[in-house]
């Protein structure tokens, strides 16, 4: 195997990680901010809308990822509306994240002690307060191992946006082997990429676990 042969399907694969990133980083961060408005709408809100986001939450985990994306992506071109393989793959995913990602922090939530809830409460801490100061601290370390463990199965889930046409990861090794390229070559290629990228996230939360834990060693004691 001459080094030509590794470096050309190498510099094909650049734009297929980087749509997978984009992918994987777009459907986290507002997956997530949907999750927390969700987890609070369930925790305040009425019964009603509860049972609803509930409902919502079981239909997307309980759904295959790749139904998921034939919905979106041929569901709304048979209604008339056009969108690319990209933001139909966007959609799908965030639409999935944010309901995996609402039990992580509704479960966190619970995880808090209910007497900080009381003391606040008693102190006359307003309920905003309450959430940024007293509970967003304690859900995070709770948090962060389940988020980051999701986190990587969304990475590998993105190569299911081949399906759709998207040119991620997996994609562009079924073009390079039609092509003509070794499959085995370029299927361990896709793999070693997958296996860094998810060292990369594993590295991240090792990395937030050490800083939480130290963060809350360093807090001063109030007696």
């Given amino acids: ?8 399907p190498l510099s094909m694969y650049a734009w297929g990680i980087g ?22 709408a369930d925790i305040y809100g009425p019964r009603s809308l509860s ?52 039990e992580i922090f509704r479960a966190s ?8 809830f009381e003391a606040a409460r008693a102190l006359g801490i307003p309920l905003s307060q309450t959430l ?10 709770i948090a962060i191992g389940p988020y980051v463990g999701r986190a990587t199965v969304l990475l590998k889930e993105t190569s299911l946006a081949s399906a759709i046409s998207v040119s991620e990861i997996m994609n562009v090794t079924g073009g390079q082997i039609y092509a003509g390229g070794n499959p085995l070559l370029l299927i361990g290629i896709a793999g070693g990429i997958y296996i860094v ?3 990369g996230l594993i590295a991240i939360e090792s990395r937030m676990s050490r800083r939480v834990a130290t963060t809350h060693a360093n807090a001063p004691v109030k007696g």
């Fill in 1 to 8: 195997m001459n080094a030509n042969a590794l470096l050309q």
């Fill in 19 to 40: 749509n997978a990133l984009f992918l994987l980083v777009a459907s986290a961060v507002i997956s997530t901010v949907l999750a927390l408005v969700l987890t609070f």
């Fill in 51 to 102: 049972r609803g986001i509930r409902v919502y939450s079981w239909l997307a985990q309980t759904t295959p990822p790749l139904i998921l994306l034939f919905l979106v992506f041929y569901g709304f071109t048979s209604n008339g509306i056009t969108l690319s393989p990209m933001n139909s793959a966007l959609i799908a995913f965030i639409a999935f994240a944010t309901a995996y990602n609402f």
């Fill in 109 to 116: 939530f619970d995880g808090v002690p209910k007497d900080q």
């Fill in 132 to 141: 940024t100061r007293i509970v967003f601290p304690q859900m995070l370390p």
């Fill in 197 to 199: 990228l998810n060292l």
